[in-house]
């Protein structure tokens, strides 16, 4: 059973306009969520991340939102740039030190 | 400053036969951690140490796979015998403690033929 799911496995979308990734969980325990950047031939990096006491936390032109109550996350990109063209993982804890991932979500951006 | 490094960066074997793959925390962290990464399964967590000690290996997939922490500087995973389902690319990944933000390594693509 996914306890993480990134329902949509790519994201194509025009440099300047908005990038939205989404995840799902299922376990309403998680107290920590995050989302992390991966290029090809490298490990993922952190990128941004929210806790359960939060709604929103803002970093530059990424935006995490956490909806608790359809345990649902979103990540915001604006503007998107083609930098921005990677997979994108989201995460979550809770309790311990480990850290559930989604599959993954590849983001293209175009020039 | 160096951070988590793995080798070799890619690997070819034969079924049977057994592998060791290395990774080099950065220096200061105490949890080590290994993830697996295949196209079916995404990203899972293996194992992970904290101090040098194993916490929780629920996600070892099967006996023939094992991992081991000698120092604070030094993790090996090995698996004996590889088969062709093995393949995929192995992360190691380390934090300063608990909680905090895990740095992963480029990661060990292995093909088992």
């Known amino acids: 059973d996914q306890q993480v799911k990134q329902n949509s496995p790519s994201l194509s979308v025009q440099e300047g306009r908005i990038s939205i990734l989404n995840c799902d969980y299922t376990?309403?325990?998680?107290?920590?969520f995050l989302w992390y950047k991966k290029y090809p031939a490298e490990g993922p990096t952190f990128l941004i991340s929210?806790?359960?006491?939060?709604d929103k936390n803002e970093d530059g032109r990424f935006t995490v939102f956490l909806n608790k109550s359809a345990k649902h996350l979103s990540l915001h990109i604006v503007p998107s740039q083609p930098g921005d063209s990677a997979v994108y993982f989201c995460?979550?804890?809770?309790?311990?030190?480990?850290?559930?991932f989604g599959k993954g979500m590849k983001l293209t951006v175009n020039p | 400053d160096a951070g988590v490094i793995q080798s070799p960066r890619h690997e070819v074997t034969e079924m049977g036969q057994e592998v060791t793959l290395r990774c080099k925390p950065i220096s200061g962290h105490n949890s080590l951690f290994w993830y697996r990464q295949t196209m079916m399964r995404g990203l899972e967590l293996l194992i992970y140490?904290?101090?040098?000690?194993?916490?929780?290996d629920s996600g070892m997939p099967e006996d023939r796979f094992s991992a081991k922490m000698p120092n604070a500087s030094f993790s090996t995973l090995k698996i004996q015998p590889s088969e062709p389902r093995d393949s995929a690319v192995y992360f190691c990944?380390?934090?300063?403690?608990?909680?905090?933000?895990?740095?992963f390594g480029p990661g060990t693509r292995l093909t088992v033929l």
């Open positions: 140490f904290n101090n040098n000690v194993p916490i929780d």
């Open positions: 929210i806790s359960s006491i939060k």
């Open positions: 995460a979550v804890q809770g309790g311990s030190e480990k850290l559930v």
């Open positions: 990944a380390s934090s300063l403690s608990g909680a905090d933000t895990q740095y």
């Open positions: 376990n309403s325990m998680f107290d920590y």
